[in-house]
């Protein structure tokens, strides 16, 4: 199946480092004309071409900013990859409001502010894709993740809210739940073995989520093979609890 995503004009919000790095670098592979947004870029280069543009997804004036940026450069807008996210831990019992507010801001807030001032620009073309990161939080949440829990199940009903508004205009709105990718953010691949194994215990596919892996499904609905593809939440966790205890299939 050819893909076919030569010169689509793609954004990826939270695109400095980890998994947005490597979602911007995938597009640009495939000959993409890749806009990165971020707070603020190391100064290394990048592997392949992406352009920059600093952008804080929570604040209404730089998101129309940014996008108003990316269009005088390159014309429009194709695709929107809302990854940019952050992760806030801890017990309701024991979170103060402003690391409740600042985790909707970000997570719930960055997709809605970005997505509506990109929609315009989809709409004028007669087509789109809007491809928002949700979480598998989102489908089955872990003690002291409300507030990310929360906000990524109120990022996968936005999802199919835009779907629907959308629809019409022949833009796609899709919502992926990666599972466990190790990050500087998590430290999956630094915890003690015994740990490890516990998480990995849950996964049908037992072993750690790469970048990668999220990156071919975002490639895949970013494509014209999935223009029938709206309103859905995929989940690329690895079988993640796909049954109460995985691990019996690989012998633990």
Known sequence: MELDLRSRVVVVTGAARGIGAVIAQRFAAEGARVVALDLAFPEEPDARPVDRVTCDVADPSSVEAAVAEVVSRHGTIDVLVNNAGI???????????ERWRTCFDVNVGGVFLMSQAVAPVMQNAGRGRIINAASFAAIIPSVG????????????QL????????????ITVNAYAPGMVPTAMN????MPQEAQDRLLDTLSLRRWES?????????????????????????VSGGKLATQIPARAHGR
């Open 159 to 170: 999802t199919r809210v835009l779907a629907s508004e959308l629809g019409p205009f022949d």
């Open 211 to 235: 970048p990668d892996d999220v990156a071919n499904l975002l490639l895949f609905l970013a494509s014209d093979a999935a223009s029938y593809i709206t309103g859905t939440l995929v989940d």
């Open 187 to 190: 430290g999956f691949a630094d």
């Open 87 to 97: 992760n806030v831990e801890g017990a309701v019992a024991d979170l103060d409001w």
């Open 145 to 156: 993740s409300a507030a990310y829990a929360a906000s990524k199940a109120a990022v996968v």
